[in-house]
Each structure stands twice: as structure tokens, then as C-alpha cells.
């Protein structure tokens, strides 16, 4: 069964950094997307940034050039590092993943379809960021 858990989650100062990770179990689809979403207290979930199999990236116009979204192979684990953090960024942030179907959609731009699309989630890790 699909698994993902996310980790690196809890306080920052604005102007810092964190690193999230989302370890990823019994995945096999060789083209898919996996992502990071995150969702304030009364407000909806959002997409943050996605990767497909072949590497592309896409962010949300509110992180770009602050965070990064990677993936290490060898050790089943998606990343996102955040940098630059705001109170803004406060959250909790999700993981998903999908294959052939989210591969097909994978930019944060048509979010909608992409969230239909991506499978497995992760129970989310907490971010806040105090000014």
C-alpha cells in the first residue's frame, strides 16, 4: 500500500529556513508527480510545488525563488526546502503523490485537476513562522 510521511515540520523565525521531507513507500509508477501542498487555518489548501519523473518543477508565484522541491531516488524521499520563510508560509504542509494521470497535469497551475489526480497523501507536518 502507498505511504507518505512527512517530516521537518514545526517553529521558524521569518527570514529562516526549514526542510521538509516526505518519505514515500510501496510507490512504483515510473512517470508521476508528487508535490507539496499546504493549508492555513481557514483558508484552502494550495499548491506549493510539484515534480514529475522527468524532473520538471513547478512553484507557486508566492515561493518561487525561496523554496525547492527535489526528489532523492535512493532513498524513496521527496523534499522541499524552504528559505526565506514569512509568516505566510505558516501551515500545514502535505505531500502527495500520483502517477500516469498527475504525470499528465503536473504544474501547479491547473491545481484543480492535479489534486483529482494525485492518489496518496501524507497526514501532514506543521509549519509556523513567527515574526
Known amino acids: 500500500q502507498e505511504q507518505l510521511v512527512e517530516s521537518g515540520g514545526g517553529p521558524a523565525q521569518a527570514g529562516g529556513s526549514l526542510r521538509l521531507s516526505c518519505v514515500v513507500s510501496?510507490?512504483?509508477?515510473?512517470?508521476?508527480?508528487m508535490g507539496w501542498f499546504r493549508q492555513a487555518p481557514g483558508k484552502e489548501r494550495e499548491a506549493v510545488a510539484v515534480?514529475?519523473?522527468?524532473?520538471?518543477?513547478s512553484y507557486a508565484d508566492s515561493v518561487k525563488g525561496r523554496f525547492s522541491i527535489s526528489t532523492d531516488s535512493a532513498q524513496n524521499t521527496l523534499y522541499l526546502q524552504m528559505n526565506s520563510l514569512n509568516v505566510d508560509d505558516s501551515g500545514t504542509y502535505y505531500c502527495?503523490?500520483?502517477?500516469?494521470?498527475?504525470?499528465?497535469?503536473?504544474?501547479?497551475?491547473?491545481?484543480?485537476?492535479?489534486?483529482?489526480?494525485?492518489?496518496?497523501w501524507g497526514q501532514g507536518t506543521a509549519v509556523t513562522v513567527s515574526s
Open positions: 502527495a503523490a500520483g502517477g500516469l494521470d498527475a504525470f499528465l497535469t503536473c504544474t501547479v497551475v491547473v491545481e484543480s485537476h492535479l489534486i483529482k489526480s494525485l492518489t496518496t
Open positions: 510501496e510507490f512504483t509508477h515510473s512517470s508521476y508527480c
Open positions: 515534480i514529475d519523473s522527468d524532473d520538471n518543477r
